[in-house]
Nanobody, 123 residues
């Protein structure tokens, strides 16, 4: 079982930055990827960024490329998402996830989910 706890969300003006953190605990041997997802009201959950558990290969949604950076600190069992140049359309609940599926940004590749942290970007 993997337990994930997100933190770092908040409210920021457009153009600002936030860093999300996800503390992981439990047995993570079967987690091929760790990733960040988001879900806005009335919309489907979408993959934002993911990182492979072996070599630190990263994956990003086109909408966040060049603005968001995913990273991990294995010693601290913590996943991060640095979000720069935030836009109002980035407003959503952000979730940390871990899973053993094949598609890095597909929600159905992930077995374990955190409770989410809200990010609100005002114009």
């Amino acid at each position: 079982q993997v337990h994930l706890v997100e933190s770092g969300g908040g409210s920021v003006q457009a153009g600002g930055s936030l860093r999300l953190s996800c503390a992981a605990s439990g047995y993570t041997y079967n987690t091929r990827f760790m990733g960040w997802f988001r879900q806005a009201p009335g919309k489907e959950r979408e993959g934002v960024a993911a990182i492979y558990s072996g070599d630190p290969i990263t994956y990003y949604a086109d909408s966040v490329k060049g603005r968001f950076t995913i990273s991990r600190d294995n010693a601290k069992n913590t996943l991060y998402l640095q979000m720069n140049s935030l836009k109002p359309e980035d407003t959503a609940m952000y979730y940390c996830a871990a899973g053993g599926g094949l598609r890095a940004l597909a929600p159905n590749s992930y077995n374990y989910w955190g409770q989410g942290t809200q990010v609100t970007v005002s114009s």
